[in-house]
């Protein structure tokens, strides 16, 4: 019988885990809480049956993307389509960057850059932000020059922080780096502002959109890239031939072809992401920095400290809610007010509890 042999960046790689038991709260994965919704249920049922099972995707997914530059003002010819924008980070980290070579990411910030790059036997080199969470643009910029960066890749809206990096220090990280400077916008929306207008002018620089966030459609695997037409061209040539379904193709084009839909789940998610940071804030007020530091937000989420960070994300399971814990940090993602409600009240029992008050 021949031998297996599994190389040793797959043996030590660490994967992606994915809680999939069945929480009655569910506030961990930056989703929106929003249902498709009721009044394009018909458009949805109406396109799932003109699309021609017996034949592959349109590979280049030309409606989706036209659809897509028409929402952000961008001519399609810049925008490619991708299965999640997570498909595009590892096209991105494939094509431009080889074994050894470095990418340059942030502490903390999505993990997928890093598992790509780990993956292809690439560098990983992570400009720290500290407890305070504070970036420094000059120090930023001297980490990609000692290390020879070829790829920057940071998100703005940042997950897991929800701080942003701004727009003047991003471009002068494009005109001064001799790398690929890509920014991951997922949580764009809830912001507002973007740096997509600037794609045609710098060619080292790419941004990343989803349709998983704001638009509702995480089911659907649907994000995009947006950048000049060298990094498209460079793209469009590695990525797999038919790699957005028809199904997926055709349930954005029926959201996106409804900006009205997509804005009033912005202004309902933004609403219970200042729930939550208001109440976060409040215990914040009343049990000191100290047990509950709370990060200023401009996604979808908040970004939270507390010691007891990991005792609390136990029993917010125990009670039913299931939300993200990375060491001392929490990430709640915003869900509906009740769903909300059933977090604060819960939350605060808990921090109450290990906040020595009771004692
Ligand atoms: N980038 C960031 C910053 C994210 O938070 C996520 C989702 N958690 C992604 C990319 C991946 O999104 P998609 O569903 O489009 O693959």
Redesign the pocket.
């Known amino acids: 019988m021949g031998r297996l042999l599994i190389s040793e960046k797959v043996e030590n790689i660490k994967p992606y885990i994915v809680d999939k038991r069945e929480y009655e709260v569910k506030l961990d994965?930056?989703e929106s809480f929003i249902p498709f919704p009721k009044v394009l249920e018909n458009e949805l049922k109406e396109a799932a049956v003109r699309v021609l099972y017996n034949r592959y995707p349109d590979p280049d997914a030309e409606e989706l993307c036209r659809l897509y530059g028409d929402y952000c003002g961008i001519a399609s010819k810049y925008v490619m389509a991708g299965n999640?924008?997570?498909e595009l980070?590892q096209i991105l980290v494939n094509g431009f960057l080889d074994k050894e070579d470095s990418l340059l990411t942030i502490k903390p910030d999505?993990s997928?850059y890093k598992f790509y790059a780990s993956l292809i036997g690439a560098k990983v080199v992570e400009y720290d932000m500290g407890e305070d969470l504070v970036f420094d643009r000059d120090g930023f910029m001297e980490m990609a020059r000692v290390n020879n960066a070829k790829l920057v890749i940071f998100?703005s809206p940042n997950?897991p922080t929800g701080g942003i990096i701004p727009r003047e220090d991003i471009l002068y990280i494009v005109q001064n780096a001799d790398a690929l400077v890509v920014v991951?916008e997922?949580y764009f929306e809830f912001y507002g502002e973007t740096v997509i207008d600037k794609i045609s002018e710098y060619e080292n620089l790419a941004v990343?959109r989803?349709c998983?966030k704001a638009v509702g459609l995480?089911a659907a695997?649907v994000?995009f890239l947006i950048a000049g037409e060298k990094v498209i061209g460079s793209a469009r040539k590695i990525k797999p031939p038919f790699n957005v379904n028809s199904l997926s193709q055709a349930a954005a084009a029926v959201v996106l072809k409804h900006r009205e839909v997509i804005d009033g789940n912005v202004e309902q998610i933004k609403t219970g992401r200042d729930m939550l940071y208001r109440a976060l804030t409040e215990l914040q007020i009343t049990y000191g920095k100290e047990i509950i530091r709370v990060f200023p937000t401009y996604a979808n989420f908040v970004y939270v400290k507390s010691p007891a960070a990991a005792q609390i994300f136990e029993e917010l399971k125990e009670a039913g809610i299931i939300i993200r814990c990375f060491g001392d940090y929490l990430r709640i993602n915003t869900g509906s007010t009740k769903e909300n409600e059933l977090f604060i009240d819960n939350f605060s029992k808990f921090v109450r509890l290990h906040s020595g008050a009771d004692a």
């Open positions: 994965a930056n999640g924008s997570d980070i999505f997928m998100s997950n991951d997922a990343l989803t998983s995480a695997r994000g």
